[in-house]
DNA sequence: ACCCAAATGTAGCCAAGGCTACGAAACCAT
DNA sequence: ATGGTTTCGTAGCCTTGGCTACATTTGGGT
């Protein structure tokens, strides 16, 4: 059953209206959606990384254990980040990052670790701490993590 | 020039070890990365409520400007909202929100309110605070934004 | 009434992440 | 050196978010 029309009060053209107010923001998020493959980015080369550190080296399996996903999404996912200049790889070989890959997982590390401490020194649990870090850190301004960072250095 | 065949390290045998120690968590994000659907209709069933608060009603062009993406993808992603029960609408009429929908938005507001207060009162700046909410708030579980409303009590 | 502009919808394309199934390469032992 | 296990790559499929181009419906004006 069809009732109104255009619902029951258009009041506003609601046209040039919503461009920020209250709440309703905009572009920020279009953007964010794009950037999913970014955070991707940052939690490859950070696991990387890590695999490198902990074990010597970082070969698709053991990335695959690591984040959770089979080996395939892994293989694909490593030729997507080699395009990008973040890791080299042979076939059947280990993984190494490039500087940029480098420079990344240690942005991202030091970031990790800074939400991390910032959310223990709030008083959340350690396993709380570390699962939401990692949702986080990805969406973590310059600015607001020198604001963890002073809060800790304050706090610490 | 093809040197080493297992790079140089293998050192341990990488297979069971890594499982967490350091950092190289799992599962956690195999999840996260699924749940971008999530994060999506929580921006979506959000705008929609703040929509419906200023104007009077959700449209799909509003939507896409508030959103910052074309009527194409709203409109695609209305029928998937549609299809999990968080929004009805007829075509060429207005979207509403479902008792599900309604509540995943107030859940959605008041959580980012939370985060952004929570940024200003740890002295980020309004413009940065409200760009990083958008980011964060989707990631916060409950204890760590218990946190926050307790600091903001304790700070407020 | 009629027409036109704005709002929606549809078709079809791309990238990206996930998966299963299956084949190929590498390794380790015997 | 030969075989079996493990690792990796490829093929092929699904979902989802984004887009452009084009068709259709609405709704307001003249």
Redesign the interface.
């Given at each position: 059953m069809?009732a109104v029309?255009?619902?029951?009060?258009?009041?506003?053209p609601?046209?040039s209206?919503?461009?920020r107010?209250?709440?309703?923001?905009?572009?920020?998020?279009?953007?964010?959606?794009q950037d999913?493959a970014r955070e991707?980015a940052e939690?490859y080369v950070?696991?990387i990384a890590?695999?490198i550190?902990?074990?010597?080296?970082a070969?698709v399996?053991?990335l695959a254990?690591?984040?959770?996903?089979t080996h395939v999404t892994v293989s694909r996912t490593i030729t997507r980040l080699q395009r990008q200049g973040f890791v080299r790889s042979?076939p059947y070989?280990?993984i190494?990052l490039t500087e940029s890959g480098a420079a990344l997982a240690r942005d991202c590390?030091s970031r990790?670790e800074t939400v991390t401490a910032f959310?223990r020194a709030?008083?959340?649990?350690r396993e709380?701490?570390?699962?939401?870090a990692?949702?986080?850190e990805?969406?973590?301004?310059d600015?607001?993590l020198a604001?963890?960072l002073?809060?800790l250095h304050a706090n610490g």
């Open positions: 069809p029309r255009r619902s029951t009060a258009p009041s506003q609601a046209s209206a919503p461009t107010s209250t709440s309703a923001q905009a572009s920020s998020l279009s953007k964010a959606r999913n991707i939690d950070e696991a890590d695999l550190t902990l074990t010597g080296e070969r399996v053991d254990r690591t984040l959770g996903v042979e070989r280990s190494f590390k990790h959310l709030l008083g959340v649990r709380t701490a570390e699962r939401d990692e949702g986080i990805h969406h973590v301004s600015e607001t604001a963890f002073k809060f």
